[in-house]
């Protein structure tokens, strides 16, 4: 089988487990299988005057990893694709930012990558590039003669024609996006935004849906796995039978987290019967801590806390616990499993692979509740959640009510119809269909 050459903005450190190896890792973890593989990526480190790449060897595996100089890291990640790509992309253009030097270096750190990636290169090698840090790519790999099939998939949502029309200098991006043999995403209605904004400039390209999976089986093993470990008995104990909201999410203003937060104050004061009687947990891991718009959300958020838990607490009874660390995946796994109610109510997401894992985790014989966004990927599959309009605290306070409310026989008819949709997908079916399309 010919080598597969995966390039993505970070790249998972070769022996991580668990809890250090991020969504795009375990995704193809089992895709990958034995097959010979190069990855090639960012290091997330910078030097001043970054070199070659460093290429580790690890069974069927080989990481090449470059470093990228401090302007780099400030122009190419965080400036262009996380201040201007991520919130375009995620509808959000009333907070994207546009710099022409960012978009250059963007640019230019895409063409120093190609350039270091082609030496490397075998000529039946198939490539596979990975999200919207890596758009130009493709086509600077052809323009240095690249005749290997090339694949590309964005893992975030695509906009509507006339959204991604605020993108200053849109044409090249999209005639970046034309350049590989095919362009995958997460849904149809991404697609379909893509094929739209590529056909208005008379571009042309495969773009196929791949909504990407989880191995739910293996979820399901380890939550029940870490239901026995200390953590979640320690949890348990801490929650005495008050019912566990759960939600767990990289801190992003994509993510919904002040609506929700006001959505569950809401439920505490209109809905009484739940007061003493419920626990909210929100982790939320600090990311790209060194953007203005994330501190200011995480501010926002550690404010929010404290009001509510100073207007609601009793002195034996603390109604949220907010936390900015990330918890080791087995753990999470074992609390999903212990909570009543997932609460996942991202303002847009690509997939959202919490709402999947939570369906995954639970007991089949007394199954939680998911709340879930209709604006994130997954509600096209996760019909059985509550599905709720993110941007309408009210809304998630019903959902709520309802969710902590719902009789067994409701609730297990709901998750069995999740889990089928979760389950249906055998594990890795996502990166070997992907591959196979590519392929034919
Ligand atoms: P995103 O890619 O925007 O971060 P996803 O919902 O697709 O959103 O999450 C990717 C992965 O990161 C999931 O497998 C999830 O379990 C994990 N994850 C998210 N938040 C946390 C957290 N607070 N602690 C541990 N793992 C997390």
Known sequence: ??????????????????????????????????????????????TETPGLPHVTHAGTRCYATADLSPPEERLYYTAYSNGTLWPLLHYRSGIFEFERSAEEAWRAVNARFAAMLVPLLEPDD?????????????????????????????HVPFPPTALFAALP??????????????????????????????????????VECFPVGIDAAEFA?????????????????????????????????????????????ALLKQHAQ??????????????????????MLRRELDELAGRINGEHAEYDWMPLRWL?????????????????????????????????????????EDPGVLVLSRFAGAAAELQGAIQVNPHDPADITEALHTGLTMPLEERMARWQHDYTAVAKPPAGDWAQSFLQALAA
Request: proline share 5%.
């Open 1 to 46: 089988m010919a080598r597969l050459v995966i390039v993505s903005n970070r790249v998972p450190p070769p022996r991580a487990k668990g809890a250090q190896a991020g969504g795009l890792a375990v995704a193809l973890k089992e895709a990958l299988g034995r097959r010979d593989v190069l990855w090639f990526g960012w290091t997330g480190q910078t």
């Open 126 to 154: 198939v490539i596979w590039i990975h999200d919207y840090h890596l758009i130009p790519l493709a086509r600077l790999l052809r323009g240095l003669g690249c005749t290997q099939r090339i694949g590309f998939f964005l």
């Open 169 to 206: 200098r849109r044409d090249a991006v999209l005639q970046d996006l034309a350049a590989p043999h095919l362009v995958g995403l997460q849904t149809e209605q991404d697609a379909i935004h893509l094929r739209q904004a590529l056909a208005e400039l008379g571009l042309e390209t495969r």
């Open 221 to 265: 093993r380890a939550a029940i796995k870490a239901s026995a470990q200390p953590d979640v008995a320690r949890l348990r104990a801490s929650l005495g039978d008050r019912a566990l909201i759960l939600g767990v999410d990289r801190l992003d203003y994509s993510k919904g987290l002040p609506h929700r937060f006001r959505g569950y104050a």
């Open 274 to 295: 739940h007061r003493g009687k419920v626990t909210f947990l929100q982790v939320a891991p600090v990311s790209r801590g060194e953007s203005a718009q994330y501190r």
């Open 324 to 364: 900015t660390r990330p918890l080791p995946r087995s753990q999470l796994a074992g609390f999903l499993r212990h909570a009543r109610i997932g609460l996942v109510t991202p303002l847009r997401d690509g997939m959202n692979l919490v709402a999947k894992e939570y369906v995954a985790a639970q007991d089949p």
